[in-house]
């Protein structure tokens, strides 16, 4: 068990309701999830499933979606179950939105994930006149977490955006410095935007996750596993991350901008590489689960 919580909120990023319970037991409690496509289509159920009578059509991967987010959903506290809408790149926002509206009612505490485009961006518009709750995905920029920002100003429910710190330091960029830039951006603003520190690949990532202040850090279990066998370590607000790549090689600094929060959304650089890569990945590992239809 935890003695000393951190003041971020620890969610388990998977899609493994069984996961979910074993980290509770470890800790004795979780504050949330994060699930994505790809984590969806690694479920040992879906697995099985699959391999004993075929893919799935579309209505029975949306049924097996929903029963593994209702499973999680009793186990974890405020943070909520983030479930993320099956989006291409000509996803138009209306589509997003409906998606969304019914995903919403899956669970009493549901957060619905856009990605950080124009069209997640407008169905995020969209969504928080609807008291939905939403979390931003596939953040890579300062500029998106800004877009993201203008764009939900106004809302009466929480805001999450979510820096995927791995992924940047998989393309060479130290991805923390990214999390410690939208905070500090943050700071000027009203607060209703969350910072979730995500794609996090070693307790370095989480230690330094901790140590900047990140509201929310999501991690794959076996990371917790990693942090509880250190004794739950608690770094203070000095604690560098080592910003290394697998080669021991520096990553690369990411500069801080000073961007107005106040200005329209649609006005800041929202194409990123990275989110296009993600929301291609994900498309991938949804139709791997899927039937052929004829
Ligand atoms: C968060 O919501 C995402 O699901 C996740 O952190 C992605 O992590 P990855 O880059 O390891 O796939």
Redesign the pocket.
């Known amino acids: 068990m935890i003695k000393q919580k951190p003041s971020t909120k620890l969610l388990i990023?998977g899609g493994d309701p069984n996961e979910t319970r074993r980290i509770r037991d470890l800790f004795g409690f979780v504050d949330g999830q994060?699930t994505?496509p790809?984590?969806v289509a690694k479920n040992p159920e879906i697995k099985q499933r699959i391999a004993a009578s075929g893919k799935l059509s579309q209505d029975e991967e949306e049924s097996e979606y929903k029963k593994i987010v209702q499973r999680i959903s009793p186990l974890v506290g405020d943070a909520g179950v983030?479930i993320e809408v099956f989006s291409d790149l000509k996803t138009k926002a209306e589509e997003m939105a409906s998606q969304g509206r019914n995903m919403f009612t899956w669970i009493p505490n549901a957060y619905i994930k856009y990605p950080c485009t124009h069209e997640g961006l407008r169905a995020a518009s969209i969504s928080v006149k609807e008291r939905i709750r939403v979390n931003m995905?596939l953040c890579f920029s300062q500029e998106q977490a800004a877009a993201v920002y203008a764009a939900t100003m106004g809302a009466s429910e929480a805001v999450y955006v979510?820096p995927?710190i791995?992924?940047l330091d998989d393309i060479g960029v130290n991805g923390i410095e990214l999390v410690k830039n939208i905070n500090k951006m943050y700071e000027r603003g009203d607060h209703h935007v969350h910072v979730l520190a995500?794609?996090?690949?070693h307790t370095d990532h989480l230690l330094s996750s901790f140590a900047l202040g990140a509201e929310l850090a999501?991690a794959p279990a076996k990371i917790f596993e990693e942090w509880a066998a250190q004794g739950y370590p608690l770094p203070d607000e000095k604690y560098v991350c080592k910003a290394l790549d697998g080669k021991g090689k520096s990553l690369k600094p990411i500069e801080y901008k000073e961007l107005n929060l106040d200005a329209p959304w649609e006005r800041f650089e929202l194409a990123h590489d990275l989110t296009t890569q993600g929301i291609k990945k994900f498309v991938a590992d949804y139709e791997s689960t899927l039937k052929r239809s004829a």
Request: glycine share 6%; no cysteine; net charge positive.
């Open positions: 990023d994060t994505n790809s984590l983030s995905t979510s995927f791995g992924r995500a794609s996090i690949r999501t």
